[in-house]
Nanobody, 130 residues
Framework: QVRLVESGGGSVQAGGSLRLSCAASGYFYSQYCMAWFRQVPGKEREGVVSISSGIIGEGGITYYADSARGRFTISRDNAKNTLYLQMNSLKPEDTAMYYC???????????????????WGQGTQVTVSS
């Protein structure tokens, strides 16, 4: 059974940092592209950044949210079946529920839409106050 469990969210002031983690189990984690999404009430789930498996070639990283580039860093530890998102210089507009997700496409990340991913965690809330 595929399972993704996020942790690390919380409340911080603007300019602060958080590190999100996503523990994966129930499948060959190293063989899949992974991504972070976020969602605020009333809006669609938005892709933030993805990272390919790293098994074939380098772990290619693609930013979907321009606002995350330069502030957020995605990484993965295939030995620990864990995905990370280091978020620095947080802004109030980063406030959202953050989700990790597994790509349908396997090794490589081929889509930025929520429908391109087939397994999700329960989410972890990030709240940034001004």
């Amino acid at each position: 059974q595929v399972r993704l469990v996020e942790s690390g969210g919380g409340s911080v002031q603007a300019g602060g940092s958080l590190r999100l983690s996503c523990a994966a189990s129930g499948y060959f984690y190293s063989q899949y592209c992974m991504a972070w999404f976020r969602q605020v009430p009333g809006k669609e789930r938005e892709g933030v950044v993805s990272i390919s498996s790293g098994i074939i070639g380098e772990g290619g990283i693609t930013y979907y949210a321009d606002s995350a580039r330069g502030r957020f860093t995605i990484s993965r530890d295939n030995a620990k079946n864990t995905l990370y998102l280091q978020m620095n210089s947080l802004k109030p507009e980063d406030t959202a529920m953050y989700y990790c997700a597994r790509s349908r496409s396997g090794y490589y990340c081929t889509g930025r839409k929520a429908t391109d991913y087939d397994a999700w965690g329960q989410g972890t809330q990030v709240t940034v106050s001004s």
